[in-house]
Structure formats: structure tokens, C-alpha cells
């Protein structure tokens, strides 16, 4: 196989120089100056880091806030910065509210689904799910009961290790995922059920293909890999092996469908269906379902998993900040109650700690892709409809005007004089305006809920100093991520 990539590679290096020649690069109106790209490549030859967000931010020092690259032949308009991103985002929210088209996603989800739908496909799929969600608990008392019974089987196995050391990744990513399989199957998996590893490792798999450099260029040149093996036809071949797991559980569900009362996100879908049978034009349809299902999920664990295990980490650094977060926790709930969400109105510093933990991993620097849904003009420039657009958040969350030393882990920065939590319009790690992360209230209830309550039961250390411990994160397709740790916990008596 190595032998075969290896011959194919200059193959596909010398079709990619056949088909360098000077094109036209199609109707780009009148955009904001940006570095000169090359035919065919455009500026792909700098950007080459796996953290491609850093060259990125490096060419905004050069041309300012707004400037256009070419991610191979196709222009996008680059955002950096609170202000531009605000006056994009949320000024201007319904022009900025398309999601760019990556040709990619022809050999996976195919446009179906929320993430990376558009029009009138995502405006119904997105008021359905965030009614549904709403519906069976999101910001109410009954996902606050389905996230505390969760956090008690974490914490009885935190039990278990006995004050050994063990890393806690495992457990977590498990834990949240089981939040949201309860909202989407009606129902949580034992961590070592093979059915959530299955699909867990699934999706694990594709994050990590996405990295590879057959499948970035898919994104420029389909036209031409199309019609090559390698990863990105392993990218096809797991996508549908998540969507033949959801079909399983939806399958289950039509058996025991009773519409007058929906247990779960997947009912809610199928009533809606049957309701809209008779509409041929109808977004409610097995395709929608099963990508719907698959993009909440994602976005309902992954996020959440990794900014809770990366906050642990922090706090072992930080015992200062720790030791301040459990006096408050004392102060205000004890020992022996379990945390609510109506604690954290009462909670202001260990508020302001979630606040910063958000803010400095920023887990998702990149954000996710836009497109202006109409021609626009934008700080003078324009932009014509369907122009991608790239909101850097890391800009935002590492604003030096709106964060003064954003490199340091600082939770007073979200308190004001008289230690009351500060709101901040530059908090975005859920981005902003009309694609922001439907998940947002959730994430934060789940954020709130398992760090309190690990806190209050466990003393967390670790035998590395704490002036060894590293925060860099680790980097994937997704974003940022902690680095691989090990840590003990010792219950608080």
C-alpha cells in the first residue's frame, strides 16, 4: 500500500501542475485585498501547518482584520477580531448566515442534517431541533436530572480508582456523551457498552481523517480525486457505517413509536414525518433524521468532553484558583447537597472560572465556515452571494483589546468591582449569530454541573509540579484539544 502512495502521489503532484494554468477565478466582485494567489493552489502553499489558524492569523498582521485568501481556487473572505466578527455575525446576521459548500461533503452527509445544510433545509431542521430540544429539557429541570444522574455513575467511578492515578478522558467523553444519547435515543450506555464504543470510535476515526492531506485537497480539486482511491474514500465508507448505526436505533424506534407520547429527539422526528408524509417538498425525511441525529450528537459530547477534561487540567495547575472555587462551593452548598443550576446565580467566582476555562482553551479556533446568503457589502467591500466567509474565534477570544494578556489564565477578568460576574460580548466560543451553536445552554448546564460536583466530592492532583503541567493543546480536525493526562482523586470527607 506504502508503495502504492508513494507512485501515485507524484502522479497526482504532476496532474496537479497539468492543470496549473491561469484561470479566471469566477465572479469575486470586489473583495478586500489579501495575499496573491498562485492558479489553481491559491494560497494553500501558506498555509502549511496542521494548525493552519496560526499562518492565518499571521497574514491578518499584514493586511488587517478583513482580507480575502483563496483556499485553492476558491476565495474567502477572512474575519479577524471582535469587531469584524460582531458586525458580520451579529450586525449583519441573516446575510452572514449561510454555511460554505465544501465539495467534501458530497461523500458524506451529502447536505442533509443542520451543520452544514442551507436555506430552507437548515431553517426548518434548525427551528425543529431547537423546539425539540427545548421540549425534552434543554434549560429546564428534567436534562438537569438526566445530567446529575449521570455525574453520579462519573463519580462512583472516580470512586473506584481509589485515589489512583488514572486519566479521566475516558470516563468523561463517555459520561457527556451519555447526556445527549439520552435526548436524541431516550437512553444512556454503560461506558464499556460496544454499541456507544462503536459509535464513539467512528467518529474519533473520520476527525482524524480529516487531517489527511488527500482529503484537504478533495475540497480544491474533487474534480480530479474523484476518480482516485485513497482516504478520502475511507471517509465515505465510515460516514455511512455512523449513519447505518442511527438507522438501527431509528428502526427500533418505529417499532415502539407511540406518536401521542415521544420519548426522545428521534419520536419527535418520526411524528413530524408521518405528520408531513403527504408533502413531497418535506425537510422531515430518513436522510434529515439520521444526519440531524449524528450532528447534534457530535456537537452534544465533543466540545463538552474535551473542555471539561482540559479544565481539570487547568485547575491542577492552578490550586489556588481550585481551593477558591470549593470555598465558594462550601459557602453556598456544602457537602452533602448535591450543585443545581439554581447555584449558579449564587456562585459568582466559580461562574467567572467556567467563563475563562471556555476562553482560553478556545476549543474551536477556526470556527465553522460561513457564506453571505446574498451579494453584500461589507466595510466597503463586496461580497457576492455565496462568498465563504472564515470568522476566526481565537481572534475573538484572544482580542488583546477585549482580553488584556489573553495568554494568561486570568477567571477576574469576568468579575467586576464588587466580585459579581461581568458579562463579556467577546465570550463567543459558541460563535455568534444565526449559526451559532444550537448546543450553547446545554453545554454550559453540563460545564456547570460536572465541575461543581467533582470538585465538591474529589481532591484532584496529579504527581507532575505544577510548573511542569502544559497547557498547549494537542491539535486535531476539530480543534483543540488537552493533553493526555493522568491525575488522582481523593474523596473529600
Excluded at 495575499?35 to 494560497?43: F, T
Excluded at 480575502?68 to 458586525?87: I, N, R, S
Excluded at 454499541?195 to 487531517?211: F, G, I, P, Y
Excluded at 445552554?441 to 503541567?469: N, S, Y
Aim: charged content about 25%.
Amino acid at each position: 500500500m506504502e508503495l502504492y502512495t508513494g507512485l501515485l502521489t507524484p502522479f497526482l503532484l504532476a496532474l496537479l501542475l497539468l492543470f496549473m494554468v491561469i484561470k479566471v477565478f469566477g465572479k469575486t466582485g470586489n473583495l478586500p485585498p489579501g495575499p496573491r494567489p498562485l492558479p489553481i493552489l491559491g494560497n494553500l502553499l501558506q498555509l502549511k501547518s496542521r494548525e493552519i489558524h496560526k499562518p492565518i492569523l499571521e497574514l491578518s498582521k499584514k493586511y488587517g482584520p478583513v482580507y480575502t485568501l483563496y483556499m485553492g481556487p476558491k476565495p474567502a473572505v477572512v474575519l479577524c477580531g471582535f469587531q469584524a466578527v460582531k458586525e458580520a455575525l451579529v450586525d449583519n446576521g441573516d446575510k452572514f448566515s449561510g454555511r460554505a459548500e465544501f465539495p467534501i461533503l458530497d461523500l458524506t452527509s451529502k447536505g442533509y442534517g443542520i451543520a452544514f445544510s442551507n436555506g430552507e433545509r437548515w431553517k426548518e431542521l434548525r427551528r425543529f431541533s431547537l423546539s425539540t430540544l427545548r421540549n425534552f429539557g434543554m434549560g429546564k429541570r428534567s436534562i438537569e436530572e438526566r445530567i446529575q444522574e449521570e455525574i453520579q455513575y462519573l463519580l462512583d467511578i472516580f470512586e473506584e480508582t481509589k485515589g489512583s492515578l488514572f486519566s479521566p478522558a475516558f470516563f468523561i467523553r463517555r459520561s457527556i456523551s451519555n447526556v445527549i444519547c439520552s435526548v436524541l435515543f431516550g437512553r444512556r450506555f454503560e461506558y464499556t457498552d460496544p454499541k456507544l464504543q462503536t459509535l464513539l470510535d467512528l467518529v474519533a476515526e473520520n476527525l482524524r481523517r480529516v487531517d489527511n492531506i488527500w482529503v484537504q485537497l478533495y475540497n480544491f480539486i474533487p474534480s480530479i480525486l474523484h476518480y482516485f482511491p485513497g482516504p478520502h474514500r475511507k471517509l465515505t465508507e465510515n460516514y455511512q457505517a455512523q449513519l447505518d448505526y442511527a438507522e438501527a436505533i431509528v428502526r427500533e424506534h418505529e417499532d415502539t413509536l407511540d406518536p401521542s407520547s415521544p420519548r426522545d429527539y428521534i419520536d419527535a422526528f418520526l411524528i413530524k414525518m408521518q405528520q408531513e408524509s403527504e408533502n413531497p417538498h418535506s425537510e422531515f425525511n430518513l436522510p434529515n433524521l439520521l444526519s440531524s441525529t449524528l450532528d447534534i450528537f457530535f456537537a452534544g459530547q465533543e466540545s463538552t468532553s474535551s473542555t471539561l477534561g482540559y479544565g481539570l487540567l487547568i485547575l491542577m495547575k492552578y490550586p489556588h484558583i481550585k481551593k477558591k472555587v470549593q470555598a465558594e462551593l462550601e459557602n453556598v452548598i456544602g457537602r452533602i447537597r448535591r450543585p443545581c443550576m439554581e447555584d449558579r446565580a449564587k456562585m459568582p467566582y466559580t461562574e467567572a472560572v467556567t467563563h475563562e476555562i471556555m476562553r482560553f482553551i478556545d476549543f474551536l479556533p477556526l470556527g465553522a465556515p460561513h457564506a453571505v446568503t446574498e451579494d453584500t457589502i461589507f466595510r466597503g467591500y463586496m461580497l457576492p452571494k455565496g462568498t465563504d466567509v472564515m470568522p476566526l474565534l481565537t481572534t475573538v477570544l484572544k482580542d488583546h483589546e477585549q482580553f488584556p494578556q489573553p495568554e494568561l489564565f486570568s477567571p477576574d477578568r469576568f468579575l467586576d468591582d464588587n466580585g459579581a460576574v461581568k458579562k463579556h460580548a467577546a465570550l463567543l466560543p459558541f460563535s455568534a449569530g444565526r449559526r451559532m451553536c444550537p448546543g450553547e445552554g446545554l453545554a454550559r448546564m453540563e460545564l456547570f454541573l460536572f465541575l461543581t460536583t467533582l470538585l465538591q466530592k474529589f481532591t484532584l492532583t496529579t504527581v507532575v509540579p505544577t510548573d511542569d503541567i502544559d497547557l498547549r493543546p494537542e491539535f486535531s480536525s476539530t480543534g483543540h484539544l488537552p493533553r493526555h493526562y493522568k491525575m488522582s482523586a481523593v474523596p473529600r470527607h
